[in-house]
């Protein structure tokens, strides 16, 4: 594809930018959620942001997977309905 510009420079087209914004926008998105994170909000920040969210999605914590609360004495990840932790064997 021909560039315009002055040679050497970098001038991309309108679809190139969106090309780009989509690929990073739905990497950032399955990698949020498959982190248990809120995909939506990485969606937009990869699209804005690129390589630049990809990385801070990469490096994020893993979150509770939903319906989870921590236990409130060893902090693990228990469902909310249960009474009893499964990894320290608490009352919850």
Request: with cysteine; hydrophobic share 50%; net charge positive.
């Amino acid at each position: 594809m021909q560039r315009r510009g002055k040679p050497g420079g970098l001038m991309y087209s309108p679809i190139e930018f969106i090309v780009y914004a989509v690929i990073f926008g739905l990497m950032c998105a399955l990698v949020a959620n498959v982190k248990h994170r809120r995909w939506t909000d990485w969606l937009v920040a990869g699209a804005f942001l690129g390589p630049i969210a990809l990385v801070a999605v990469l490096a994020a914590p893993v979150g509770d997977p939903p319906g989870c609360v921590p236990c409130p004495h060893c902090r693990s990840a228990i469902p909310a309905a249960a009474t009893v932790c499964r990894y320290c064997s608490r009352s919850v």
